[in-house]
């Protein structure tokens, strides 16, 4: 087997890997919360236990999504080391 074919093989994998239907789908729902995230601009009231802060709704989403994200994130990485 030549190199040429080895690297060919490989880069046609790695393409096939890339766009996963469930890779897909997690961008599409990304790109959706994103847009859901910043078509709301109004400023909301948020309490934390005891504090009460104003502040953009958008950026209260994005910080829950990013939250998410994170923790989402954490969890699948621990799974996978088991």
Request: glycine share 6%.
């Amino acid at each position: 087997m030549s190199p040429r074919t080895t690297t060919s093989t490989k880069s046609k994998s790695s393409v096939g890997e890339l766009a996963t239907p469930g890779r897909i789908v997690v961008i599409v729902l990304a790109i959706l919360a994103l847009i859901f995230i910043f078509e709301n601009t109004q400023d909301t009231k948020i309490r934390l236990l005891i504090p009460e802060v104003t502040m953009p709704l958008w950026l209260a989403l994005l910080a829950m999504w990013i939250i998410g994200a994170v923790c989402g994130a954490y969890f699948m990485r621990r799974r996978g080391r088991r």
